[in-house]
């Protein structure tokens, strides 16, 4: 059976990609199409936003951090029920980690998904045919199915950029213009998520337009393809039980990849928690406390003493736990803000975390623990504020190029903290650490 499917690419970041997906998934929505999203890459904040403009979870397709069986796995999953199948790209259609190694490219390629180029038209009107053309022609594997103009000045911009089109050999699909409405906030970590932020307005606002300038009927229609079969790959865990696995889910913590929990939920019985509002631990064999934003909760976090202590009681009970990023900072001693602020949380790691001086810091990364290779991806403006001893890393961690980087896998107890988003739906055995400590 045929469908439209299709990837979401550009020539580089910053081309609108993001609006323009966002968009296209509200308006399949509002025509009451079900319409299923996926994000290239390892980015945690896109597929939120997908799921909120689609109503429908959004799920990773990551070369790096998987195999390409399973994200043809993931894929034909979830492909399966929807009316239409879209991807956003991440960043210029051939960037890979080395060269188009783990790019929006090559998961067209490995998926044989049409690609629908966005082209930042701002500046430039028939100069876009070199750019069309060189897009067209580079990789034989990629199919440019057409391409949308973002930034248009005018329609008489647009007549320009057509007639490039044509010239090219490549189908023009419509355009969205300059418009600041339509512009996304940002925050220094992906779209913003402040309160005062109408997510639904904006995407609604995006949608209108793109059903105004955008042959969407047309699009749909160039990009029919197969439907992929589910082949399902064999799962294997440890004989010891997670029967009550715990995980952390609310404004502060909510950075994971939805295939993970997946997996959680087929090792045992997933129960959400909120360490903002809860006031204890619900019983738990394994606790997960993912990444996002405590940053900015901390006056909360903080004074939610009974639940810091159930989290601290627990992790001296030699609990089972894993904690990433903002998981990690949380069971500090205290989180300083850019202000210079600092606000006690759990006290299971005899160190502190600090927002002030932030420094980005981020890559794909290799760990090497207990002689098994896991995958993750690292990104974060904090850093650590160390004891005068700082303790000892128990893995070895590589970039993507395999050289060594100094992120330190802690180990106290029962408890892994790092902070490396682990990405182990497709690495299982990862679940089994715990058996050695």
């Known amino acids: 059976m045929q469908k439209p499917q299709f990837l979401i690419g550009a020539a580089s970041s910053g081309s609108g990609k993001t609006t323009f997906t966002l968009g296209l998934l509200r308006a399949l929505r509002l025509r009451d199409m079900s319409v299923q999203p996926f994000k290239c890459g390892p980015d945690y904040l896109d597929t939120k936003h997908h799921t909120a403009a689609a109503g429908r979870a959004s799920y990773n397709l990551d070369t790096f951090m998987a195999s390409a069986e399973h994200v043809r796995e993931v894929y034909a999953r979830y492909s399966q029920t929807a009316a239409v199948c879209i991807t956003e790209g991440v960043m210029g259609l051939f960037d890979g980690y080395q060269q188009m190694k783990g790019s929006s490219a090559e998961i067209a390629r490995l998926l044989q998904l049409p690609v629908i180029l966005v082209v930042n038209a701002k500046s430039t009107a028939y100069s876009v045919a070199a750019t069309l053309y060189g897009f067209k022609h580079f990789c034989p594997f990629v199919r440019i ?226 002689g098994q290779t896991y995958r993750g991806h690292e990104f974060h403006y904090s850093s650590i504020v160390p004891r005068s001893q700082p303790y000892t890393t128990i893995a070895e961690v590589r970039n993507a190029q395999d050289t060594m980087v100094d992120t330190p896998i802690y180990r106290i107890g029962n408890v892994i903290a790092s902070y490396i988003h682990f990405y182990w739906a497709d690495h299982p055995a990862f679940l089994n650490c715990w058996e050695s400590l």
């Open 145 to 370: 199915a057409g391409a949308v103009f973002n930034f248009v000045g005018s329609e008489k911009h647009y007549n320009y950029l057509k007639q490039a089109c044509q010239d090219a050999g490549v189908e023009a699909l419509g355009y969205l213009p300059k418009c600041p409405d339509i512009e996304i906030p940002s925050r220094h970590l992906g779209l913003n998520i402040d309160s005062d932020f109408c997510f639904d307005r904006f995407a609604d606002r995006i949608a209108s337009q793109i059903e105004k300038t955008v042959e969407i009927d047309k699009l749909l229609a160039v990009c029919q393809t197969d439907t992929p079969d589910i082949s399902e790959s064999p799962i294997s865990f440890s004989k010891i039980p997670m029967r009550r696995i715990s995980v952390a889910r609310d404004e502060a913590f909510n950075f994971y990849y939805p295939e993970n929990i997946r997996m959680l939920e087929q090792r045992g019985e997933v129960t959400y928690f909120s360490p903002l509002r809860d006031r204890e631990l619900p019983l738990s064999d394994f606790v997960y406390l993912p990444g996002g934003y405590p940053e900015f909760y901390l006056s909360a976090l903080s004074e939610n003493k009974s639940m810091r202590q159930s989290i601290a009681d627990y992790c001296r009970q030699q609990g089972a736990l894993l904690a990433e990023c903002g998981g990690m900072m949380y069971l500090g001693e205290y989180i300083t803000d850019t202000e210079g602020r600092s606000y006690p949380m759990c006290g299971i790691l005899q160190q502190g975390a600090t927002m002030e001086n932030m420094k980005l810091k981020l890559g794909y990364r290799q760990v090497i623990l207990n």
